[in-house]
DNA sequence: GTCCGGGTCT
DNA sequence: AGACCCGGAC
C-alpha cells in the first residue's frame, strides 16, 4: 500500500517542529490506550448504519454496482463531483523497471562470518543500490512534485487532511485514496467540525471506494471528534495521542508524525518494509537469528540500528522497490541491482511455494 | 471464478 | 483468528 505518492501531494512547508521524543513506546502506548484516551470510549459506536451493501451477492456484481453507485453519486445530499479516479489509475507498465540496465554499479562484497558486520558495512551500498534502481524506473512513489492539494491548505487544515487521508489509504492505492480526499474536499469535508456533523453513512458514501469504507468512515468521525474535543480542531502532535485514535496503528501514526509534524518518532513499517528488511536479514527477532514475524518486531529491530536520518526515507524507497522488483511474489532477482548483496536473491522459487499446502486442510 | 494481500480492531 | 473491502493475480 503505497502512501507516499498520497502524501507528497499533501507535504507540508518547511515550517515544522524539530523537537524529538523518545520513540520507543509504541506498544506501552497501544497497551493502555484506553485509558490514556477515555474519549475514545465515549465515543464508540454512537450510530449504527446500516448498508444495502449486506446483502448477498456476487463478487462480480457487486464490483459493477458499487463502479454504478460511484458514477451516479451526484444525487446526494451532498453535492460532489466523483474525481476522475481513471484518471489516478496506477499505470502497472510505468511501474515496473523498463530493462536490465537498471543494474546500479555494484559493490563487492566479501564473505563476513558475522552476518551483522556484513549488514553493517553494506547497509548503505543496498540503499545505493536500490535508490539508482528507482531511478531507472517509475515506481508509483516517484511521482512527486504534486504539491498544488496540499500546499493551498493552511498548516492545521494540511495536518487534518493528512491524518484522514492516511486513516483512509491502508489496504487502498493512493490513487484511489486522492480521490476520496479530493471528494471530501470538494464537500468541505476535510474539517473535523463538517464530518462530525456529517452522518455517518453519507461519509461512509463518500469515502465508498476505499477499502473497509464504513469502518473507516466510523474512525473518521471518532477522531474528528477527538480533534475537535481535545485538540482544538488540529490533529494530535504526539505519538501517543495518535495511536489513540482507533483506526490508527504503529504504522498510520509514525507516517502521520512523519508527515504532518515532520516529527519522526519511528519508522513506518508497512508490509513491503517489513517483508524486504527480512529478506535483507536487516532484522531479526529479539535475542535470536530468526526473521520477524509483525511489523512491529521489524519496526524495533531495524530502529536499533538504521541511522535516524534513515527512517523517514526509508519506506517511500522500500515501497517503490517492493512495488516494482522486489515483490512478494516472485520477486525479480535477476533485474535487481543488488542480487548480490541480498541473502535471500534467488532464493524464494519463482513457482508456487509451500504456500500452495495452505489450500484447505484443517 | 477464486483467492489473496494489507493495517487495524475485536 | 476472523472481519472488514477491493482490485488484481492466478
Redesign the pocket.
Known amino acids: 500500500?503505497p502512501l507516499a505518492l498520497l502524501l507528497s501531494r499533501i507535504r507540508l512547508p518547511p515550517a515544522a517542529m524539530a523537537s524529538t521524543r523518545s520513540a520507543s513506546s509504541a506498544r506501552l502506548v497501544?497497551a493502555s490506550?484506553a485509558e490514556a484516551n477515555p474519549v475514545v470510549r465515549e465515543v464508540?459506536r454512537e450510530s449504527s448504519v446500516s448498508?444495502d451493501?449486506s446483502k448477498p451477492e456476487?463478487?462480480?456484481v457487486?464490483?459493477k454496482r458499487?463502479?454504478r453507485e460511484l458514477e451516479e453519486n451526484g444525487e446526494h445530499p451532498v453535492k460532489q463531483v466523483v474525481p476522475d479516479i481513471e484518471d489516478f489509475?496506477?499505470d502497472?507498465t510505468k511501474a515496473l523497471i523498463s530493462s536490465s540496465k537498471a543494474t546500479p554499479p555494484l559493490v563487492k562484497v566479501e564473505k563476513k562470518a558475522r552476518v551483522s558486520a556484513v549488514i553493517k558495512e553494506n547497509w548503505e551500498a543496498v540503499l545505493r543500490g536500490i535508490k539508482n534502481m528507482r531511478l531507472s524506473g517509475q515506481a508509483p512513489v516517484d511521482t512527486k512534485g504534486c504539491e498544488k492539494a496540499g500546499s493551498l491548505l493552511p498548516p492545521k487544515e494540511r495536518r487534518f487532511a493528512v491524518l484522514i487521508s492516511t486513516m483512509m489509504s491502508?489496504?487502498?492505492?493512493d490513487e484511489?485514496t486522492h480521490a476520496a480526499v479530493e471528494r471530501l474536499s470538494e464537500n468541505g469535508l476535510l474539517d473535523p467540525d463538517a464530518i462530525v456533523r456529517t452522518d455517518e453513512a453519507m461519509l461512509?458514501n463518500l469515502i465508498?471506494?476505499?477499502?473497509?469504507?464504513?469502518?473507516?468512515a466510523q474512525?473518521i468521525k471518532e477522531a474528528s471528534k477527538i480533534c475537535l474535543e481535545r485538540f482544538g480542531g488540529d490533529i494530535p502532535d504526539s505519538l501517543n495521542e495518535l495511536?489513540a485514535?482507533?483506526?490508527?496503528?504503529?504504522?498510520?501514526?509514525h507516517l502521520v508524525m512523519s508527515i504532518a509534524w515532520k516529527n519522526t518518532q519511528g519508522i513506518c513499517?508497512?508490509?513491503?518494509v517489513?517483508?524486504i528488511s527480512n529478506r535483507l536479514g536487516w532484522v531479526f527477532r529479539e535475542g535470536t537469528k530468526q526473521k520477524t514475524t509483525t511489523?512491529e518486531q521489524t519496526r524495533i529491530s531495524l530502529e536499533k540500528w538504521l541511522p535516524k536520518d534513515e527512517w523517514e526515507p526509508i519506506n517511500p524507497l522500500l515501497v517503490g522497490f517492493?512495488q516494482t522488483i522486489c515483490t512478494?511474489?516472485?520477486p525479480k532477482c535477476d533485474m535487481c541491482g543488488i542480487n548480490n548483496l541480498c541473502p535471500s536473491a534467488f532464493k524464494e522459487s519463482s513457482s508456487?511455494n509451500p504456500?500452495q499446502k495452505?489450500?484447505?486442510s484443517p
Open positions: 500500500m497501544r490506550r464508540k448498508f451493501i456476487s463478487p462480480s457487486k464490483r458499487v463502479k489509475r496506477y502497472k491502508s489496504q487502498t492505492k484511489v461512509a465508498k471506494p476505499v477499502g473497509f469504507y464504513q469502518r473507516k474512525f495511536l485514535l482507533r483506526g490508527v496503528g504503529p504504522k498510520m501514526a513499517v508497512d508490509t513491503h517489513h517483508r511489523p517492493g512478494p511474489l516472485r508456487p504456500k495452505k489450500t484447505r
